[in-house]
């Protein structure tokens, strides 16, 4: 794809995106059409990249991500009291942490991935009917998670999202390339959604039931992601620095690597675990629990190796959660810790973050209470 020019030698950054969209291919097309160089719209200002490095086994800072085995957590007694523990420690210092021994059977996590690939590397006329950049749409395919804003860079993957209103999507709107393993996954998810809302509500020192109750993880979209191979993994990301919008992420991802985390200043890598899963914070839960646990920005480094393949599941709330407002639960508040954030309602989040799009990392500052 040349870089189109506005006649006076300046970049266009609207007919690129134009042009690339109207391809419908997403950035898999560019690879298939032997794209040496990468294209204007992909590339990331230096300091979004700050000291970005082409993954290799050197490279990063090296941390030990807090793992937590799940073995014997439905049994109760000592055992559950201790990966309780576990999980407040690292939703308070790390906000990211490995979960082993989950439940969720190892085939069905490897014909998970293996079908996000399906469906990827399908021919493009497959994919093209549901390309769209329109948030409502309950599935579409894209390189974004939304319309780019003006002079926004693009990232270096694409996505099919599957989202699934109060556990529900019709199965005939998923891709028949992965339909089967699409369904046997978010049914896998949501079983250990409902445990993991009851060991956050016992780590936040509440009742067992009391996030399930709030109905704050009765929805998932799921993010079947696909980064393929890039020419330039320098100049570009596959996901930009952020912290996640919703109130808890399940991640699995598979053997290539490239999730870094943020921790203690520095860009850290997350490396792969067969058979495990990544749990991240998210902003919403941050501000629910009125900062006892923590949000963490992190990315995805785009790399000269791929494709690689990885689902996010998003936990947000239901439609009925949705429409109340919400803020620090009441029970986390007192004298000694004062309420930090403001209330307010899902749809102001969801479109404040829709506006600023790249623009701004996390949300958080913008609903804290005056100081003042």
Excluded at 16 to 26: H, L, R, S, W, Y
Excluded at 39 to 63: M, N
Excluded at 271 to 284: F, M
């Amino acid at each position: 794809m040349a870089v189109p020019t506005n006649g006076n030698g300046h970049y266009d950054w609207a007919k690129e995106v134009k042009e690339f969209d109207e391809t419908k291919a997403g950035v898999k097309g560019l690879v298939d059409a032997g794209v040496t160089k990468l294209p204007r719209l992909f590339v990331h200002p230096r300091d979004k990249l700050e000291s970005h490095p082409q993954i290799k086994s050197t490279d990063g800072v090296k941390i030990e991500l807090p793992t937590i085995d799940f073995e014997g957590v439905k049994d109760g007694g000592a055992r559950r009291r201790e990966v309780v523990e576990e999980i407040r420690i690292a939703g308070q210092e790390w906000g990211f942490f490995r979960i082993v021994n989950h439940g969720i059977p190892l085939h069905t996590m490897d014909a998970m991935l293996d079908a996000v690939r399906r469906f990827h590397e399908q021919p493009t006329e497959e994919k093209m009917p549901l390309y769209s950049a329109d948030s409502r749409k309950k599935v579409r395919f894209n390189s974004n998670n939304g319309p780019l804003r003006e002079n926004e860079s693009a990232s270096w993957r694409d996505i099919l999202t599957c989202v699934f209103q109060d556990d529900h999507l019709d199965p005939e709107d998923i891709p028949l390339a992965c339909r089967r393993e699409v369904q046997e996954y978010v049914k896998c998810m949501i079983e250990l959604r409902e445990t993991m809302a009851e060991l956050l509500s016992e780590a936040l020192g509440l009742n067992s039931d009391y996030l399930s109750r709030m109905e704050c993880m009765k929805s998932e979209a799921l993010a079947c992601l696909y980064y393929p191979t890039c020419p330039e993994p320098e100049k570009t990301l596959g996901t930009p620095k952020h912290s996640d919008t919703t109130f808890l992420t399940l991640l699995m991802q598979d053997n290539i690597g490239g999730l870094q985390i943020l921790h203690d200043d520095k860009w850290a890598d997350v490396p792969p675990v067969h058979g495990a899963l990544i749990a991240n914070i998210g902003d919403l839960m941050q501000i629910i629990s009125n900062d006892k646990f923590t949000s963490v920005e992190h990315r995805v480094v785009a790399q000269a190796v791929g494709p690689r393949i990885s689902v996010a599941c998003f936990l947000m709330p239901s439609q009925r959660a949705a429409g109340k407002p919400f803020g620090p639960i009441k029970e986390l508040v007192s004298d000694e810790n004062p309420r930090i954030y403001r209330e307010f309602m899902f749809r102001e989040y969801y479109e404040y973050y829709k506006t600023k799009g790249q623009h701004v990392n996390s949300a958080l500052p913008h609903f804290w209470i005056s100081k003042e």
